[in-house]
Each structure stands twice: as structure tokens, then as C-alpha cells.
């Protein structure tokens, strides 16, 4: 068995662990670091295009991302929080493109309008409270609120075409939203960093084992073309989507403990007609049916994939046991321990209305997606969509005092002596990804990013490091106006 050493291991080639070794070679051209990936080319999984909605969650149009208060007023914390992590990865892909690292912004992030659309008296009065607390917000006050059937017609002409106007509608609308090809950017991050000395990749490298050393190294072990390797970190980062869980719980450490996954799968109605997709350019976010999980909000967008623009509806949810796309039905069942077992039960028995949801999403056919999209575009015809199937997400399921629960975030776990870091959970993903891998480097070089070079190097990267976006929300704006040029997402009417 052949045994390499390394500084830095990255397991999995999607959004996370690039960004996190890009960052890593950014601060330090020295460092050696190896990335294996169990698939045999880079972004596949989650990552990939088609396997995600590719929105830039910023919640502007995500419903599920603010809540009702009990006197009937909106609370927009979460909503501000995602907004300004986002404004993190703009940030960091703009220093990237303005380094020549990134290919030209339009081979991977597009302004696509990002719109919340509701129907009914009580929908809309919920979204017009909606839209009163975050248009006072500076990250908002670009939000549009209208109830004008002329103005709608004029922001999503394809979902107001020959619909009755028996009900009250209202939708609201930014429109520097964007739509993200995640794949094209980790693609690129990768064809980056294998330019650089000491950065090697392993493609078709399954990891089967993780253990720490006496000297806090740790010792992965992975099987590559039919031979085993091993491979000696001094860090080693999870970042394998789906696959992460199984990982941290092998590595043993204590972090780890009472963490299990509840994996849902995704399809997408796809349509490639191009007198619709020509009629269509936004992301209509609707609001969720009763006892679906967030990521199951339905929402018709246009795509744009390698330069062909297309309209997706989705997701619909459906139940396996695999945690991975290309993954097995056992990895589920493998994944349940004795530290667990009872959080795992207890959701399982709290969350009946969710797995009843999941079972009659799977015994939906064709005509009956197409039904569902037809609250969006009434007059779509089932001939004009065809199936596509999404990647995998693996909710996190945690244990609590009272059993466990359900969580449907995105939650980085690092270990006591900062020697491990895996990523978890769903959605807002990889729109948060550059936050949440600098809070891993703080939270496992603690001693190297406080140092005035790391120091300098981050507040190039990203100007607003060390400082609160959510606070000094001047500087929200400063560098928003930045990242909207250079990144090519200035809406048309302000590039006068």
C-alpha cells in the first residue's frame, strides 16, 4: 500500500472542499494538498448543474427563508443572514475573475430575476408583510412588490399567459438575482489548482477508512482502480455531499456522535421548447405545500447551463435510502449507530406528515407533475417537459434533549483539536460555501489566519472579512455595487 503525506486533504471534488483549497493556496502557495473524488471527473454530485436549482440563494425569493411572527408581522433574520453570506461568495468569485482565476462571469453566474409569486387573499396578504419588512432592510430595498396584472404579465409572461384572473395575485421581484452553475465553478477552481505546485487530484479514489495518529495526523485510507492507498493529512476536510456523514462517523471523533441523515431525493420537469424558454427569464419561487420539506418549494427557473438557457420546475421530493446519487440503497441503514439510533426514531416518528409527503411524491406520474406545474403555467403541455433527475441531499437529523431532530440547513462540524472539518445538510449549500469554509480555516488554523499576512491576503479576497455584513450594512452595499460589475449582474436600467 503506498502512503503519501500531505498537509491538506480534500475528500470530495465538489463546491466545498475547491473553494476551501483554493482559499488554502491563496493564503499559502506552499501548502501541499490532495483531493480525492470517488467519481471519475470533477462536480459530478450535488455540485453538478442539473443536480441543483443553481440559484444564488439570497433570499430574495425564498418564502421559507422568512417567518410569521405571532402579531402577523415578518421576521426577516435568517433571510438577512443568507443574503449577506452570499454576498461573501460574490465577493471571493469577483477577486477570483479579477485574477484570471475564473473564466468570464457569464460561463458561470447570470443575473436571472429572482421572484416570489402567491396566489389567494391569505398568500397575498403574508407576501405584502413580507415585502413591507424586507424592503425596509438596505440588503432589500431594491424589492418590488405588485399586485397590477400588467406588471405581472410583464415580469413572468409565460406563468400570466391565458390565466383566469379568478383569484388575487401578487408577486415580488429583485432583479440582480442570479443563476449559478456550480459545476462550471468548481471545474474551473480545479483546473486552477492543478496548475499550482504541491496540489495533486485522485479521481475514481474511494475512501473506505479515516484514523488519527498519535501525532494528531490522520491516516485515510482509499481504494483507487482496484488498489488501496493511503494517504498521512495534518487536516483533512469532508466535504463528499452525501457521503460526508458515513465519513465523519468512521473518523470516531466525539463531534460526530448522535448525528445521523434523512436523505431526499430530487426530479425536475425540464423544457427545452425555445419559443417557452424564450418567454421565461426569472426564478418564481412559490410556497411550499403543507408538510413538504423547504427544499421541495416549487419554483419555475430558467437555467442556463454552458451557455443554453432552459426552464426547470421543481423539485418533487422523493424517498431512498442512498445518500449519494451514484450511491447504494444500504448507505442509510449503514449510517445508523448506537449514539444515533433514538434521534434517528425519534424523527422518524415526528415527521410522519414528511414521509407520507415523500411517498405519494414518488407515486406521482408524469401527467401528474405536469398537474403541479400547471399552477405555474397553466397551459403547459406534458409533451413539452421531460424528467430529469436531481442529485441527492442528505438532511441532517441531530440529537437533542428531548430525542432528535430534523434540520434542513447547511451545519460545518470541526473537531476539538481543529484537525477535521465536515460539512452537512442541504440548502443554501453552495451559495454559502465561501462563508462557511473561511469560518472552518478560522475555526481550525486559528493561529495562521490571525497573523497579519492571512490577515491582508483575506481583506483582499474578501474586502469585508472581519467585519459584519448584517451590521454595517453601508458596507453591505459598498461592496454589493462591486460585485454586481465585475461579476456582470448590474441590471440593465442601472448601467447608465
Not at 433570499?59 to 421576521?75: F, I, P, R, V, W
Not at 448506537?338 to 414528511?354: E, H, Q, W, Y
Not at 407533475?369 to 403555467?377: G, V, W
Not at 474586502?463 to 458596507?475: A, K, R
Request: glycine letters at 8%; a negative charge; one cysteine or more.
Amino acid at each position: 500500500m503506498t502512503t503519501n503525506s500531505v498537509d491538506v486533504l480534500l475528500v470530495g471534488a465538489g463546491a466545498m472542499s475547491t473553494t476551501l483549497g483554493v482559499l488554502l493556496k491563496e493564503l499559502d502557495p506552499t501548502i501541499s494538498i490532495t483531493m480525492l473524488e470517488r467519481l471519475d471527473s470533477i462536480a459530478q454530485e450535488s455540485t453538478d448543474g442539473w443536480n441543483n436549482a443553481g440559484t444564488g440563494h439570497a433570499a430574495y425569493c425564498e418564502l421559507n427563508y422568512t417567518s410569521e411572527n405571532a402579531d402577523g408581522t415578518t421576521n426577516i433574520d435568517k433571510a438577512v443572514n443568507i443574503n449577506t453570506a452570499f454576498e461573501v461568495s460574490l465577493q471571493f468569485w469577483s477577486y477570483l475573475v479579477e485574477k484570471g482565476l475564473l473564466p468570464s462571469p457569464k460561463q458561470f453566474i447570470n443575473r436571472v430575476p429572482h421572484l416570489s409569486f402567491v396566489w389567494g387573499d391569505d398568500n397575498v396578504k403574508s407576501l405584502k408583510s413580507r415585502h413591507k419588512a424586507m424592503s425596509a432592510h438596505p440588503a432589500f430595498k431594491e424589492m418590488q412588490y405588485s399586485e397590477d396584472i400588467d406588471t405581472l404579465n410583464e415580469w413572468m409572461p409565460l406563468i400570466m399567459r391565458d390565466r383566469k384572473n379568478t383569484e388575487k395575485l401578487a408577486a415580488t421581484r429583485i432583479e440582480h438575482g442570479s443563476d449559478v452553475n456550480f459545476g462550471a465553478i468548481a471545474r474551473n477552481m480545479t483546473k486552477h489548482l492543478t496548475s499550482l505546485s504541491d496540489f495533486n487530484v485522485e479521481l475514481n479514489a474511494n475512501v473506505s477508512d479515516l484514523k488519527q495518529q498519535k501525532d494528531g495526523s490522520w491516516d485515510v485510507e482509499f481504494n483507487q482502480n482496484g488498489k488501496n492507498n493511503k494517504v498521512n493529512a495534518k487536516f483533512v476536510f469532508l466535504g463528499a455531499g452525501g457521503g460526508a456523514l458515513p465519513l465523519l462517523q468512521k473518523s470516531g471523533v466525539k463531534e460526530a456522535k448522535g448525528y445521523g441523515g434523512f436523505p431526499v431525493s430530487g426530479q425536475w420537469l425540464v423544457c427545452e421548447k425555445p419559443e417557452l424558454v424564450e418567454q421565461h427569464y426569472a426564478k418564481v419561487y412559490g410556497a411550499a405545500p403543507i408538510g413538504a420539506p423547504p427544499m421541495s418549494v416549487p419554483h419555475l427557473d430558467t437555467r442556463i447551463i454552458d451557455g443554453k438557457r432552459a426552464i426547470l420546475f421543481g423539485p418533487f421530493a422523493g424517498f431512498t435510502t442512498k445518500f449519494l446519487k451514484n450511491g447504494s440503497k444500504l448507505d442509510m441503514f449503514k449510517s445508523i449507530q448506537a449514539d444515533n439510533l433514538i434521534p434517528m426514531l425519534r424523527v422518524g416518528k415526528n415527521n410522519m406528515d414528511l414521509t407520507k409527503y415523500l411517498i405519494s411524491e414518488v407515486k406521482q406520474s408524469h401527467a401528474d407533475r405536469c398537474d403541479s406545474l400547471r399552477n405555474f403555467f397553466p397551459n403547459a403541455s406534458n409533451e413539452d417537459w421531460k424528467l430529469a433527475y436531481a442529485g441527492q441531499r442528505v438532511q441532517i437529523i441531530k440529537k437533542t434533549e428531548d430525542g432528535g431532530k430534523l434540520e434542513f440547513g447547511t451545519e460545518a462540524i470541526t473537531s476539538e483539536d481543529g484537525t477535521l472539518a465536515a460539512l452537512l445538510g442541504a440548502s443554501p449549500g453552495a451559495s454559502t460555501t465561501v462563508n462557511t469554509m473561511i469560518k472552518i480555516l478560522e475555526s481550525c488554523f486559528k493561529e495562521r489566519i490571525s497573523s497579519s499576512e492571512w490577515q491582508t491576503k483575506m481583506k483582499e479576497m474578501v474586502p469585508s472579512y472581519g467585519q459584519s455584513l448584517v451590521e454595517n450594512t453601508d458596507l453591505l452595499l459598498e461592496v454589493r455595487k462591486h460585485t454586481l460589475e465585475t461579476l456582470q449582474l448590474k441590471p440593465v436600467e442601472s448601467e447608465s
